[in-house]
């Protein structure tokens, strides 16, 4: 890293944005950069100190700014434009969820910054959609750029690491879940055609699910002989966006419901579980914690023998619970994504499920809690490899200084 470079991170409003910016604050420092860790909600009048102490910061020419979906990134200055733009210091916004949420964001008036995606494809899609061979480009003359960097874990902070074999939590779940059946997919205000379309879309999710929703409208459009230009196509993608929460709410219920239905007992913290335990005909099997901080989550990890896993809806990334499952000394019990296959070896790091096969999924759960021996040589294994490549202060080389 170069001498005398320098680090703006911001946290603040999401508190597993909060623990993802500690973190690599904290691999910054140990690379030897002077980091400024700046809390949103410290932000009030550009009279305040802290201004004077960014400004330090960003007029200096060794320095980067990084935010986490986008907070920080759309302060204005006092002539109503972007803050960032003034001093031109590069920027960097890293996205956790997927780009099609952050259409206002991404199209915003910052001037010099790259979005960091989580998910190869995600990448790909603002490089497509708002890169210099794109509508956006012709419009505004603006290009944006972005760039794949996965997900990564954040460690405990207990002092006591308990033994894998003295653990109480069998299986356990970290993160709410919704009403997937009332989700707003704002379809009400589609056309007779576009609900079609919807439906299509959605059906062929649910029966490939290696299937995202870029993926499925292409494929729409090869069965249908449909003819869409890439404006169309993403046009489509952010209308039907909330098909994202709606699958990703479903199928964490469904993996959940599959496991307590066939006689295992399922540890969760988060919310909105009493719903999903109302409906189980055998609700005992479900035992709800109150939702807990983003850092409380890894602390529960540490009692935990397995760590369950529900990738969100992208396929060539990588999830931070996968990591601290792992950095945790837990099993990770994972449906697959491209980096975990890429960098983890099946049965000796992790255990792989299927969610076109969910019936198998119990068997998997049950063989690792009969045999703990096996169960804790695979939790040592993922342990090891993900301290050597999926920390925070790993992904600190993503960062030009």
Not at 70 to 85: A, H, K, R, S, T
Not at 200 to 220: G, K, N, S
Request: with cysteine; net charge negative.
């Amino acid at each position: 890293m170069r001498t005398g470079s320098r680090v703006v991170l911001f946290k603040g409003i999401i508190d597993s944005l909060d623990a993802f910016a500690e973190e690599l604050a904290a691999g910054f420092q140990e690379a030897g950069a002077d980091v400024l860790l700046v809390n949103v909600g410290d932000l009030r009048t550009f009279e305040d100190a802290i201004f004077q102490t960014i400004e330090d910061y960003v007029y200096d020419e060794h320095t980067i700014v990084i935010f986490m979906n986008n907070i920080g990134m759309l302060m204005q200055d006092e002539y109503g434009g972007n803050y960032w733009n003034q001093s031109g210091v590069k920027c960097y916004d890293i996205l956790a969820d997927p780009p099609f949420f952050y259409h206002n964001a991404i199209v915003s008036d910052i001037e010099n910054v790259m979005f960091v995606c989580v998910d190869k494809e995600q990448a790909d899609y603002v490089n497509r959609y708002y890169g210099k061979d794109s509508a956006y480009h012709k419009e505004t003359g603006r290009i944006r750029t972005a760039m794949y960097m996965p997900l990564a874990g954040v460690s405990s902070h207990c002092k006591k690491y308990i033994p894998y074999e003295e653990r109480p939590i069998d299986i356990l779940f970290t993160g709410n879940v919704r009403d997937w059946e009332n989700i707003d997919t704002e379809t009400d205000g589609f056309d007779e055609n576009l609900k079609q379309l919807w439906e299509i879309v959605y059906q062929m999710i649910l029966a490939d699910t290696t299937l995202t929703i870029e993926r499925a409208i292409y494929r729409c459009m090869e069965q249908y002989g449909l003819q869409f230009e890439d404006t169309h196509v993403h046009q489509l993608i952010q209308l039907f966006k909330r098909m994202d929460s709606v699958i990703r709410a479903q199928y964490r219920e469904k993996v959940i419901t599959t496991l307590t239905e066939a006689g295992l007992v399922v540890d969760v913290y988060g919310d909105g579980w009493e719903r999903v335990k109302n409906t189980l005909k055998h609700p005992d099997n479900l035992r709800v914690h109150p939702i807990v901080s983003y850092r409380e989550s890894v602390e529960v990890l540490q009692q935990a023998k397995i760590a369950l896993n529900v990738m969100p809806w992208f396929k060539e990334g990588f999830h931070d619970r996968i990591a601290s499952a792992m950095l945790a000394g837990c099993v990770c019990v994972t449906d697959t994504c491209g980096y975990v296959r890429d960098h983890y070896q099946e049965n000796v790091d992790y255990i792989r499920y299927d969610l076109q096969q969910l019936e198998e999924l119990p068997k998997k759960v049950r063989y690792l809690l009969e045999h703990p021996k096996e169960a804790q040589a695979i939790a040592m294994s993922g342990q090891i490899r993900a301290l050597k490549q999926d920390t925070w202060a790993n992904r600190v080389p993503f960062f030009r200084l």
